[in-house]
């Protein structure tokens, strides 16, 4: 027994990692086993480890409780055993744990401070060259989001043709020089020329990805990583039900203990050529075997949702089904699934050839407010053609749009917002009108949005005791007017602009 | 028998009328009965005749062919018979006839010129001050509107408390001084201090709806007679049966011989109170028996629709039944209904209050452009606050909106299309795509209409022979740019803004 202290202390919900040496002949990622027990006074967790080439192996633990806890780390990989022990301390002022469902259809953070999600996508952002992904974090830094969708795989679609950084698999890809915009195609399967080993991970790859769910981490970023998707040249896609289980395994292994991740089982579920529903339901079975922590689990769709109802999806990961409708939804996706939704497309604002990403600015922060106010989480995204075909939506990079600077306005509204969130309440017919999600009524607080309607002035009434202080919301042009307190049955002018929504506070 | 010649000729499809004395003693409008029957080499019509006020009856006919008419006229109303004969003469190039259901989907005068529908709303303009009543029409003649609904009854509504200049029977109305816009509410029927007798018409009432309806048109433009609403608070929407079958039948005799009078049984039939669907079947029963020259017949709703598919509604009026999906649905109520469909509401543009009463100019233009790409037909209504509470929505006067302008636009678009209009054809599923509605193509004519997205280009394939002419055209900014002749595949490319369209015309 090979007893040692690795780092003494570690924050609660941060990662504690053991690093041992073991075997590397044959195939480390098949042949041998690893996993660490980790025992505190409060949890006893084991969790597999990891081969991380040269010789290395890895098991990594994220503590949910302060005080002492031992581990011991044993395996096929190594004839020794390790063990030790370490402390969990408290968590510094921004770590507030995992974020999990609350309230039905709402989220917070493990400690209970509220999340209220507000996500973008760029697809494959960590895999551009270094200097871009800069640009992609301190554009982030300076933005509202606190969630983004990325795939770990490689991405192959118009505006995608380049290579990667580096692949998951070691291998050699298809020469695709021969690629254009012209000829541009999706492969139906693994196309000739790829050599990949899919039973060989890439550790380099991988240890990237690790390191940047740590930089959003240090953003407060939650990391909705995109594990499957079909649009690719290299067959990834495509492997057998072993290698996938494979990939699973290895990736729930090397980076389940980021209190920042979620899974994104697919991207477009449905635009798999080969995969069944009980493919999905496998993949679902092994993350809630093997994550121990429960990260939240969600099921993207191009067409058809996934059946959102499925015990393991924690929360509804929605593609618009229709090209007017999608945010005004979020009333009836609410009732139908009772978990919470999060628009993960609602369409790009941008202006590309597809209808999926050529929205306005305008367009788009009006989805947000729709999304919000009926009690759901938007997510943004943006394809503005550009010389460079660096498009925000899978390259990251720098915002081009107008829709970026409305959600920081909107962001602080969602955050005045009391726990555990807005939910839609019986409204005028043409408005949508928010409360909050309580069952037992404690705060008088109502937000009302008015759209792409332009009222000059509305009526109100809610009691005849409660003073209300109005605010008019410019949500475009990103202004508060507080228009005073009202009493019993009271009107609110309003500009006559689109975009326009009405908070009334109870002050006494 | 009583001789008479009476005009010597008249155009075909305009007006025959025979002017006759008679009894005046008891109760003209239901006491005696007059009809008249004209005979030409094509037809013979009988029609009833209808009472006038000071001992005068009328009965009008609208001869469908040229040539010698003869017409005897008779009845209780007096002793004696009248007789007589009158040329109807080719038509003035104004006057194509009236407009009928041409090809399912669409309308065609009689003559053959196609019906392009672009409506307008002004629901009681006719009851108006007569300053105001010069204004509505002065307006519509610098318009692109070929169609107004509007109401034989006065209205009562919010932005609608004044008194008619007349009322449609002899009698007095509550008194509505002590009615205020703070105070108004929709009355559930016949409120007390209304005197109405439902049996005795007010002739100057009908008298001046004939004048409004000949002024409309001389100005081109088809009458949507509504003839029954629910906006009431003199007791006109729950008179008697007996006494509304007495006013169906009063006012096909009147003006049942005006070629662009269409019926518009209902506005909201299902906000009566007090009518079921037997009695809107009965109205039909007695249009299809009185009016012999079968015009137009429709039926309005508020939230469920009437069913369209019976048999003696000749197209679909609809109102949209979604806060943000109206025009976008055509297609579908195309396949359902098999009719043409007229979206009669499409919301207002304006910045009053209400939700169907504030959409932006863009949004209105946007809506129409999405009908008309459909296959249907749309709909105008404005109402802008202003301090005279003068709404052209009811009230007629001016335009202040920014959409009809780019109506007039649109509708020279519209005359260019190929008769009998157009279909929505199988399109990417990002666009509107239309193409001529004809059973054996003979005309290579698109339409692409791109809506609130905003592609940078689209690319286009037809076939390999064929040379296209290509036209972009910015539906808002009323430019139309032509990019010359394409042939095979081919890209456009496009300013990647709002509300474009592409026109693509084969031309060798």
Redo the contacts between chains.
Sequence with gaps: MNICKFNETVEKWDVFEVEVPGKSDGNPFTDYTIRGTFRGKEETRTVDGFYDGDGVYRVRFMPSFEGEYTFTVEGSFSEEKHSGTFQAVEPSPDNHGMVRVSHTYHFAYEDGTPYYSIGTTCYVWELQAEELQKKTLETLKDSAFNKIRFCIFPKHYDYNLGEPISYPYEGTPMDSSVLTKENFKEYDGCPEGNHFDYKRFNVKHFQHIDDCIRKLMELGIQADLIVMHPYDRWGFSEMSPECDDLYWKYLIARVGAFRNVWWALANEYDLFPKKTLEDWERYARIICEKDVYSHLRSIHNCRPFYDHSRPWITHCSIQRQ????GA?LVNEWRERYRKPIVLDEIAYE???????G???GQ?MVRRFWEAFCRGGYPGHGETY?NKDDILWWSHGGELHGESPERFKFMKKIMDETPAPGLRPMAG????VAAEVDESVPSHKYYLFYYS????????YYFDDETEYEVEVIDTWNMTIENQGIHKGKFRVQLP?R?YMAVRIRGVK
Tied chains: 1, 2.
């Design positions: 229709d090209l007017y409708k005004e941008g202006n590309i050839q597809h209808g999926w050529n929205i306005s367009e053609m005028e017919w043409d408005e792409f309607m332009r009222p000059s002035f509305r009526d006559g689109e």
